[in-house]
T-cell receptor, first 112, second 114 residues
Framework: RKEVEQDPGPFNVPEGATVAFNCTYS??????FFWYRQDCRKEPKLLMSVYSSGNEDGRFTAQLNRASQYISLLIRDSKLSDSATYLC?????????????FGTGTQLKVEL | NAGVTQTPKFRVLKTGQSMTLLCAQDMNHEYMYWYRQDPGMGLRLIHY???????AKGEVPDGYNVSRLKKQNFLLGLESAAPSQTSVYFC?????????????FGPGTRLTVT
C-alpha cells in the first residue's frame, strides 16, 4: 500500500463548479498535513495546511479525519486558473527529522 | 530575496557522464532536500540534509551523492549517469525541526540521459 494515495484524475469540471479531492495516508503517526499545488512543468507550492478542526482559505476548504486517515480538499466556484495538479502531502517526524511524503497528485482541469 | 534557485535548468547527458546540480537558498533554512519527479511516481526523496556538513539518504539514493559544505548550498552529484536517471529534479528547503514545515521548492532541473 502506498503511504499516500490520491485519485490521479483528471477531474474535468466547468467553471463555477465545486470539486472535491480525497487523499488517504497509511502511517497513523503522521503529524501534519498539507495540500500543495503544482502547475504544469513548475515546482510545487504550498496551497494550505490541513488542521484537525478543518480550515478554510477563501474558496478552498481542507478537512482532516485522523480516525479514518483521510484528508480532503474542496474547491468552490472553480476558476480557470485553478487548473493544476493538487498534491496531498503528509509530514511524519522520524529519527532523521521531518519526512514529507507526497501523493502522486490529482489533476484538475477547469473548462469554460 | 530569491528563495530557492537551481542550476542548471536543463541538461542532456550521455550515459556514463557525470554532473553536479547546484541548489542555493537565501532563507537561512536548516533543512535541504533533493527530490526527483517521474510521471505516475510522485516526488521521491533522494538525499537530504539537516544542517551544514550533514547529509542523509532518502528513499532513492542509489547513483547519487550529495554535499552540504555551506548552509545555503546543497549539491547533488551524478557520478556515472544512466538513462534511468532521466527525470525532473527539485531541490527544497525548510526551517527545520522546530517548524514551520512548509517546504519551499526550486524551479527544477530537467535532466535527460541518452
Amino acid at each position: 500500500r502506498k503511504e499516500v494515495e490520491q485519485d490521479p484524475g483528471p477531474f474535468n469540471v466547468p467553471e463555477g463548479a465545486t470539486v472535491a479531492f480525497n487523499c488517504t495516508y497509511s502511517n497513523s503517526a503522521s503529524q501534519s498535513f498539507f495540500w500543495y499545488r503544482q502547475d504544469c512543468r513548475k515546482e510545487p507550492k504550498l496551497l494550505m495546511s490541513v488542521y484537525s478542526s478543518g480550515n478554510e482559505d477563501g474558496r478552498f476548504t481542507a478537512q482532516l479525519n485522523r480516525a479514518s486517515q483521510y484528508i480532503s480538499l474542496l474547491i468552490r466556484d472553480s476558476k480557470l486558473s485553478d487548473s493544476a495538479t493538487y498534491l496531498c502531502v503528509v509530514n511524519t517526524l522520524t529519527g532523521g527529522g521531518n519526512k514529507l511524503t507526497f501523493g502522486t497528485g490529482t489533476q484538475l482541469k477547469v473548462e469554460l | 530575496n530569491a528563495g530557492v534557485t537551481q542550476t542548471p535548468k536543463f541538461r542532456v547527458l550521455k550515459t556514463g557522464q557525470s554532473m553536479t546540480l547546484l541548489c542555493a537558498q537565501d532563507m537561512n533554512h536548516e533543512y535541504m532536500y533533493w527530490y526527483r519527479q517521474d510521471p505516475g511516481m510522485g516526488l521521491r526523496l533522494i538525499h537530504y540534509s539537516v544542517g551544514e556538513g550533514t547529509t542523509a539518504k532518502g528513499e532513492v539514493p542509489d547513483g547519487y551523492n550529495v554535499s552540504r559544505l555551506k548552509k545555503q548550498n546543497f549539491l547533488l552529484g551524478l557520478e556515472s549517469a544512466a538513462p534511468s536517471q532521466t527525470s525532473v529534479y527539485f531541490c527544497a528547503s525548510t526551517y527545520g525541526l522546530s517548524g514551520p514545515y512548509e517546504q519551499y521548492f526550486g524551479p527544477g532541473t530537467r535532466l535527460t540521459v541518452t
